[in-house]
């Protein structure tokens, strides 16, 4: 596939589960990295809540696909199960529409 999504996840985590959302994620993220479609995550944390754990992906998908595909993956199940306790409100996508690009 030639296409490619952007997006951010805002994940806003619960201040008891800081350590356990964070090592969660990062299996998820070193997992997810091995994909074919697959291009680049950065992993930040908010400066104004330091629970809030902020990603942005790219992957050479559509949107439709990324939701129905890669959201569903055996390594993402357990990590999604426990979002529900880990989280203090609802995770949040926020999906991009490219215009134009800068690149190094």
């Known amino acids: 596939m030639s296409e490619k999504t952007s997006f951010i ?51 050479a998908c559509s949107p ?4 129905e595909h890669h959201l569903k993956k055996t390594y993402r199940v357990e990590y999604e199960k426990k979002l529900r306790d880990l989280l203090k409100a609802d995770r949040r996508f926020e999906w991009l529409d490219p215009i134009r690009s800068y690149e190094k």
Do not use: I
């Open 64 to 67: 439709q696909y990324f939701q």
């Open 9 to 59: 996840v805002h994940l806003p985590g619960k201040p008891e589960a800081r350590e356990e959302l964070y090592s969660s994620l990062l299996e998820v993220l070193d997992a997810m990295s091995g994909e074919p479609d697959f291009v680049n995550t950065y992993l930040h944390r908010s400066a104004e809540d330091p629970d809030t754990l902020v990603l942005y992906e790219t992957w």
